[in-house]
């Protein structure tokens, strides 16, 4: 581990990603490289649920309609996250912001914390930089609809990139794999239009404030993290 990454004070993160991208395996990778938190909002969705916060109650009432979350409450609820201590250097978001709502009002709450009672917080001197996994359309239907799930023992495979030694055996411990029902490719298809359809905004809005970079996704792991990491620390310079 770098130790001066760890010690830097980085800008705000944004991750975005479609299904299949790969956007949550770089972000923990990114998070451990910088010794920052990963901030996901599925889990403060179900953190507040669970400890039966304000917020929380709030929340499990609109779910339970079946209704969407509004962006005021999923708002608040990032806005607590980030008053606590953990994210003075930085911090990266996953699955936040969805809307251009969402980013205005993190635009605005950055723009708080840098005069907030005469004091700044480290990472809202820093433009947030957004960090783009692009994957082809096949490709992500190969990584989302390869997939094949032990029920016993929960281990993953694909059966294009890391199939099983045995077809449709686990290697672990025999049990037969199976697909789950949103890895089905008519679920899959629909899955990644939803996600177009919802991000185009959110990605013209910041390319316009000249944030956003551009990760390609359809290599290895390893160098897409590199790439990752090499835009996080140009866009830190700017």
Not at 36 to 50: K, M, W, Y
Not at 53 to 80: N, P, Q, Y
């Amino acid at each position: 581990m770098d130790e001066k990454k760890t010690e830097q004070v980085v800008g705000p993160i944004i991750m975005l990603g479609a299904p299949g991208a790969g956007k949550g395996t770089q972000a923990k990778l990114i998070a451990a490289a910088y010794a920052i938190p990963q901030i996901s909002t599925g889990d403060l969705f179900r953190e507040n649920v669970a400890n039966g916060t304000e917020l929380g109650l709030k929340v499990k009432a609109i779910l339970d309609r079946g209704d969407l979350v509004s962006d005021d409450l999923v708002d608040g609820m990032v806005a607590e996250r980030l008053s606590q201590p953990d994210v003075h250097r930085g911090f990266i978001l996953d699955g936040f912001p969805r809307t251009v709502g969402q980013a205005e009002w993190f635009d605005g709450y950055l723009k708080s914390r840098r005069g907030a009672h005469g004091t700044v917080a480290p990472f809202s001197a820093i433009s947030p930089i957004v960090v783009q996994i692009v994957v082809e359309y096949n490709q992500l239907l190969q990584r989302i609809t390869g997939r094949r799930s032990c029920p016993t023992c929960g281990r993953i495979y694909n059966v294009h990139f890391q199939p099983p030694k045995v077809e449709g055996i686990c290697d672990v411990d025999g049990g037969r794999l199976v697909v789950r029902p949103d890895d089905t490719e008519a679920v899959v298809a629909e899955r990644l239009k939803a996600y177009e359809r919802q991000t185009l905004p959110l990605v013209a809005y910041y390319k316009a404030k000249g944030q956003l970079v551009d990760v390609d996704g359809n290599q290895a792991v390893e160098s897409v993290a590199a790439q990752a990491l090499s835009a996080i620390e140009n866009g830190n310079r700017l």
